[in-house]
């Protein structure tokens, strides 16, 4: 066998023995570290086996897949798939959540396999069981148009999907703190601008709550929502048709803070208002959700918001996979993390009038 002959084909054992005009034996012994062969030949072995690409992890691995299908049992391969976005931004969200993924999977000896686009099917290696579990960051796309099935478990980060593990924050609590501080503060209306979500829906509902407590409310002609607002474009034309109605000659009609679904719309009406002539927070107030870093848009305030604690959510559903592989037929588990509120320097307190 020439050596470029390796290229496209699985070595073996006896591949090597009669490349090198050895035993089996021998072969499985130099690979082994074992006794019974001198240095020399243990090192000849060593290095056309490297040169083949002979992998003994790989051989055992796959003599293992070969008996527990006969058995009926699917070998694990200690390998998890990881979905998510923006990965290549370490501060934005998909790159802290990854962090967090990843730190916990190599606690747990597992690796990371990570796919950035399900592009309208699963993965490959998920459809071929090539991994034992995933953990999914849904996004708008693929909640509007069905979660795709999967043959292997997996845990949903933030969104709720019936039937699947979830790893969520505590939506409702932390956008009524929000609510509660803007009520504080003095603003009486205040807009919401957002996707047409679960999520968003689940914000707004926490928003008001907290601002009734005062006295406050967020009505619906200020509530802008649509699908995929999350992008500049739809965020922009949101924007664009609330600041209509702060124009509005109705002064009923104006509002003197927008909460934002997260912190990318939040920092985008901060420099909407700014087009418009307005200062933030003195001529109008602005809160997100999420805490995550302003590294798409630069030069902006410090914004009061809710923090994720999202390497802190990696984490968490790796080990909630990790225990789904244990306990296959357990009830569904859904673990609900805290979102702190952080007070920044975009809500003004407002003069009380008697």
């Known amino acids: 066998m020439k050596m470029n002959e390796y ?152 969104y709720d999907v019936p039937g699947v593990d979830l790893v969520t924050v505590d939506n409702f609590a932390s956008a009524r703190e929000l609510g509660r501080l803007l009520g504080q503060a003095g603003h009486r209306r205040v807009a919401f601008i957002g996707p047409d979500t679960h999520l968003a829906h689940e914000r707004l509902a926490g928003l008001r709550a907290g601002l009734v407590e005062h006295g406050c409310t967020a009505p619906d002609d200020l509530v802008f929502m649509k699908r995929f607002a999350c992008n500049y474009e739809p965020a922009r034309e949101l924007l664009t048709n609330l600041f209509s109605r702060r124009c509005s000659p109705e002064g009923s009609a104006g509002f003197s803070a927008i909460a934002a679904y997260n912190d990318f719309m939040a920092e985008l009406a901060v420099r909407f208002a700014r087009e418009k002539g307005l200062t933030v927070p003195e001529d109008l107030s602005v809160t997100g959700f999420d805490g995550v870093l302003p590294s798409r848009l630069p030069e902006t305030i410090p914004l009061t918001t809710a923090v994720l604690p999202i390497e802190e959510m990696g984490a968490a559903a790796v080990s909630l996979l990790l225990w789904r592989l244990d306990n296959p037929g357990a009830p569904r588990r859904k673990l609900v993390l805290d979102a702190p509120v952080r007070q920044g320097a975009s809500v003004a307190q407002l003069p009380v009038h008697p």
Not at 86 to 92: L, N, V
Not at 117 to 145: F, Q, T, Y
């Open 7 to 158: 290229v496209c084909a699985i070595t073996t054992q006896q591949d090597l023995a009669r490349k090198l005009g050895v035993s089996q034996v021998s072969v499985s012994r130099a690979l082994r570290n074992q006794k019974g062969i001198s240095e020399r030949l243990r090192r000849r072995i060593m290095e056309e086996a490297e040169k083949a690409g002979y992998s003994v992890e790989a051989t055992n691995f796959e003599a293992r897949q070969m008996r527990n299908r006969a058995c009926g049992r699917r070998q694990r391969t200690n390998v998890i798939c990881a979905t998510v976005t923006d990965e290549d931004d370490p501060f934005g969200f998909g790159g802290r959540l990854l962090r967090g993924i990843q730190r916990q999977a190599q606690d747990g000896g597992y690796e990371v396999i990570i796919v950035t686009r399900i592009n309208g099917a699963l993965p490959k290696i998920v459809m071929r069981r090539h991994v034992d579990g995933m953990a999914r960051m849904l996004g708008d796309l693929e909640m509007a148009s069905g979660v795709l099935p999967s043959p292997i478990p997996w845990v949903s980060v933030l």
